[in-house]
């Protein structure tokens, strides 16, 4: 039985792009990039240009570039290749929400690393400032290890596309 199509309630999309950005932001992300790829995962195009984005969430271009640029750098956007356009064209790549978390656990692994030669900076962790920052790298590692764990999961666990 084929799925029933609903028609898209666009003020309810807004307001669901706005709220979940809000929602990121809140978390750190920063809130224009937050906008963007909520705004991306929200579109039924394969692809969309700076200038798509940028009417879709009413700013400038400008803004629009600089979120694309902090996107791309944590796998969640990419280019798009668009024969015959003078456009750059923005997509969200297969797998975005794990490849991110690849990147966030290369990043846990760098802290642990260098809270490692922190903790010998600071005398060890018979100092209280070593015990801390000896504390924050097994941290790390644990959540590191987890995370490993928890991606190996999901690529056993995700739907087959």
């Known amino acids: ?15 669901f792009v706005e709220h979940m950005a809000m929602t990121l932001a809140y978390w750190g992300v920063p809130r224009m990039p937050a906008r963007v790829l909520v705004a991306m995962m929200s579109a039924d195009e394969d692809s969309l240009t ?13 803004a629009i570039s ?6 791309i750098q944590f796998g ?8 015959g356009s ?3 064209h923005y997509r969200m790549p297969n797998g975005a929400w794990y490849e991110a978390s690849v990147t966030k656990g290369d990043m846990l692994r760098t802290l642990a ?6 903790v010998s900076a600071l005398g060890g962790t018979a100092t209280p400032a070593g015990a801390r920052v000896a504390d ?16 190996t999961r999901w690529r056993e666990a995700k739907p087959k596309a």
């Not at 029933?4 to 807004?14: G, S």
């Not at 969640?76 to 024969?83: H, I, M, S």
């Not at 690393?113 to 922190?118: N, Y």
């Open 1 to 15: 039985m084929p799925e029933e199509q609903n028609p898209r309630d666009e003020p309810a999309v807004r307001d």
């Open 50 to 62: 700076a200038a798509d984005l940028s009417e879709r969430l009413a700013v400038s271009p400008a």
């Open 66 to 71: 600089g979120a694309v640029r902090y996107l």
């Open 76 to 83: 969640l956007l990419e280019r798009a290749p668009a024969p």
């Open 86 to 88: 003078r456009r750059d």
């Open 113 to 118: 690393d260098l809270a490692d030669g922190g």
């Open 136 to 151: 924050m790298r097994d941290f790390f590692r644990f959540v590191q290890g987890e995370l490993d764990g928890m991606l």
